[in-house]
């Protein structure tokens, strides 16, 4: 199934304030255009470096580019496609704190 992007503008608005990102979102962008998923671990294939979170979230983060940036996804698998709700977007650094307060569970910045 292909997948449907929920809040593409939160990723635009994230590479106006960090500019080193464009690249590599334009690269993810890029390749979730062309995906077909029907599981969650077919996302594991597509992007080896991402991780499902437990806790029956139905989430996943997206390590972007070289681990710099990651992106927190809420998905749920349709009849005919995937949504993937952007639910938050920052650094390595900024992730790592979050985690910290256990918020990745439950992060909805948008």
Not at 7 to 29: C, D, M, Q
Not at 30 to 40: D, F, N, R
Request: aromatic content about 14%.
């Amino acid at each position: 199934m292909k997948v449907h992007l929920i809040r593409k503008e939160t990723i635009e608005n994230f590479k106006r304030i960090y500019p080193g990102s464009r690249a590599p979102f334009r690269a993810w962008l890029s390749m979730i255009k062309q995906v077909v998923w029907y599981t969650p671990e077919d996302m594991l294939k597509t992007f080896a470096s991402a991780d499902l979170l437990g806790d029956g979230s139905n989430r996943v983060v997206f390590d972007i580019g070289g681990n710099n940036y990651r992106m927190i996804c809420h998905y749920v698998f349709g009849e005919k496609e995937i949504h993937l709700f952007i639910c938050w977007i920052g650094t390595h650094d900024a992730y790592d704190r979050l985690c910290m307060e256990n918020k990745q569970y439950s992060v909805s910045a948008y």
